[in-house]
């Protein structure tokens, strides 16, 4: 039977953890693409209101959580911390298996950990409309969700491939109000660039990304959103790790490893910095970021300064990348297909205080199966990354004859993924090459930045 290890609502983190002040040396610049100049706070302030400007650059530690922000929050946090007996048993492993379950939110994923804050902080700017790109759209129904709770209006670019693929996630987002646009659209200059020159695209997050900040940088009254990547995204997620480790104090336990998929990054930072705070202070603790073979930025990108979008509107990051126009192939877990990588994220794997892998697709809906047959919950195509990677460590541990004990974030439900399921029951699902050539290609294309 599975154990759930609860906190009640007083528990909910007071402050977001941010992690600059721990992190391997100085962080790189951020590039403004049309200076080539390091980005100054006016620069953001087009896009973003001040507050959220102020968390991308602090220093500071502990960052104060807005009551009004917690006061949401409280909907669904503390989010439970399970232990997996079941799929321990299922495995016949020495170790123990904890995943913390993020798919109670409303949204169904840990995406609105981030979009609340983000639209309280807008609000309060006056700012009327955000606009926003989302991939498989967990991050796109979470900011809806967000502007519906702060009366403010929401347009959302959806990843054309996944708008057909997850067609239930755009009606939750029109549910709450949202504008749902497949991307690349004929609504901005950068859709109609990928249009024409390739009408039958698949779109991609870089692509969407760029259609968002175009839609933010032509109206006063709209701001861009962002729901991964940057430092104030990872900041907002971290009160997954922290009410993680408070559960597993009240079980007596403390992970070896520590798992999350990782696309941007947010879902990875929210699980893991917290950890990593605990590393710093001289904890043994292993972190393990989880991507798919077919878009595998860690695993097989270079470090280097990239633009954070296609149309190279978005700032310039040091960060591990597969170049800005690199379109990943369709697969199930769009929410993974980016090319490029949180800079804390990436400096952490650089430093070599992080770990990655890759899977293909088939091998974590195998994962996923076994986990819904054992735990009874369908996790999102995302979150089966990180189910794969926690039952081959937990696998190993059985092998080594060692006991272990396995963290691992479920950061959605997959209860509106079922075409993708249903490919994979019917032998239908496709194991993506790794598009080596595409790759080179693309990463041929960085920014020449020279300070």
């Given at each position: 039977?599975?154990?759930?290890?609860?906190?009640?609502?007083?528990?909910?983190p007071?402050?977001?953890?941010?992690?600059?002040?721990?992190?391997?040396?100085?962080?790189?610049?951020?590039?403004n693409?049309?200076?080539?100049?390091?980005?100054?706070?006016?620069?953001?302030?087009?896009?973003?209101?001040?507050?959220?400007?102020?968390q991308?650059v602090?220093?500071e530690?502990w960052?104060?959580?807005?009551e009004?922000?917690?006061?949401?929050?409280?909907?669904?946090?503390?989010?439970?911390?399970?232990?997996?007996?079941r799929?321990?048993?299922?495995?016949?492993?020495?170790?123990?298996?904890?995943?913390?379950?993020?798919g109670?939110?409303?949204?169904g994923?840990?995406?609105p950990?981030?979009a609340?804050?983000?639209?309280f902080?807008?609000?309060?700017?006056?700012?009327?409309?955000?606009?926003t790109?989302?991939?498989?759209?967990?991050?796109?129904?979470?900011l809806?969700?967000?502007?519906?709770?702060?009366g403010?209006?929401?347009?959302?670019?959806?990843?054309?491939?996944?708008?057909?693929?997850?067609?239930y996630?755009?009606?939750?987002m029109?549910?709450?109000?949202?504008?749902?646009?497949?991307?690349?659209?004929?609504?901005?200059?950068a859709?109609?660039?990928?249009?024409?020159?390739?009408?039958?695209?698949?779109?991609?997050?870089?692509?969407?990304?760029?259609?968002?900040?175009?839609d933010?940088?032509?109206?006063?009254?709209?701001?861009?959103?962002?729901?991964?990547?940057?430092?104030?995204?990872?900041?907002?997620q971290?009160?997954?790790?922290?009410e993680?480790k408070?559960?597993?104090?009240?079980a007596?336990?403390?992970?070896?490893?520590?798992i999350?998929?990782?696309?941007?990054?947010?879902?990875f930072?929210?699980?893991?910095?917290?950890?990593?705070?605990?590393?710093?202070?001289?904890?043994?603790?292993?972190?393990l970021a989880?991507?798919?073979?077919?878009c595998?930025?860690?695993?097989?990108?270079?470090?280097a300064?990239?633009?954070?979008?296609?149309?190279?509107?978005?700032?310039?990051?040091?960060?591990?990348?597969?170049?800005?126009?690199?379109?990943?192939?369709g697969i199930?877990?769009?929410g993974?297909?980016?090319?490029?990588?949180?800079?804390?994220?990436?400096q952490l794997?650089?430093?070599?205080l992080i770990?990655?892998k890759?899977?293909?697709?088939?091998?974590?809906f195998?994962?996923?199966?076994?986990f819904?047959?054992?735990?009874g919950?369908?996790p999102?195509?995302?979150?089966?990354?990180?189910?794969?990677a926690?039952?081959?460590?937990?696998?190993?541990?059985k092998?080594?004859?060692?006991?272990?004990?396995?963290?691992f974030?479920l950061?959605?439900?997959?209860?509106l993924?079922m075409?993708?399921?249903?490919?994979?029951l019917?032998?239908g699902?496709?194991?993506?090459?790794?598009p080596e050539?595409?790759?080179?290609e693309?990463?041929?294309?960085?920014?020449?930045?020279?300070?």
């Open positions: 039977m599975q154990t759930k290890i609860l906190l009640d609502e007083s528990r909910i007071t402050h977001w953890y941010n992690i600059i002040p721990d992190m391997p040396g100085p962080l790189a610049p951020v590039i693409p049309r200076t080539l100049q390091p980005v100054t706070p006016d620069d953001l302030l087009p896009i973003f209101p001040m507050a959220i400007i102020e991308e602090s220093g530690r960052i104060p959580i807005p009004e922000v917690r006061e949401i929050y409280r909907l669904w946090r503390p989010s439970p911390l399970y232990r997996a007996r799929l321990e048993q299922a495995l016949g492993t020495p170790a123990k298996i904890y995943y913390k379950y993020e109670v939110s409303p949204a994923s840990h995406k950990n981030s609340i804050p983000q639209a902080y807008n609000k309060q700017a006056g700012i009327r409309r955000l606009a790109e989302t991939g498989a759209g967990q991050w796109g129904s979470s809806a969700l967000a502007c519906s709770m702060f403010l209006e929401c347009t959302v670019y959806m990843v054309k491939v996944s708008c057909t693929q997850k067609p996630r755009k009606s939750m029109q549910l709450w109000g949202a504008n749902v646009i497949p991307s690349p659209s004929e609504f901005t200059n859709g109609r660039a990928i249009l024409a020159h390739d009408p039958d695209s698949n779109g991609s997050l870089g692509i969407a990304i760029s259609e968002a900040v175009e933010a940088v032509s109206r006063p009254d709209t701001n861009y959103a962002l729901g991964s990547v940057l430092n104030h995204v990872c900041l907002h971290t009160v997954i790790g922290q993680a408070e559960q597993l104090a009240l007596g336990d403390y992970p070896d490893v520590v999350a998929c990782c696309g941007g990054g947010s879902n930072a929210g699980t893991a910095f917290p950890f990593l705070a605990d590393r710093a202070a001289g904890k043994n603790v292993r972190c989880v991507e798919p073979a077919s595998p930025t860690l695993t097989k990108g270079v470090y300064f990239d633009y954070g979008d296609t149309a190279k509107m978005a700032p310039i990051a040091m960060m591990y990348t597969l170049g800005h126009d690199f379109m990943p192939p199930h877990a769009g993974l297909r980016y090319h490029g990588e949180s800079a804390l994220v990436s794997h650089h430093a070599g770990e990655a890759s899977y293909r697709q088939n091998a974590c195998e994962a996923a199966h076994l819904a047959r054992s735990e919950i369908v999102a195509p995302e979150s089966s990354h990180a189910v794969r926690a039952i081959d460590e937990a696998v190993l541990a092998e080594e004859g060692k006991e272990k004990t396995i963290l974030c950061s959605g439900h997959g209860q993924d075409g993708a399921y249903d490919a994979y019917s032998g699902l496709e194991d993506f090459e790794y050539e595409m790759i080179r693309s990463l041929a294309r960085l920014p020449k930045v020279d300070l």
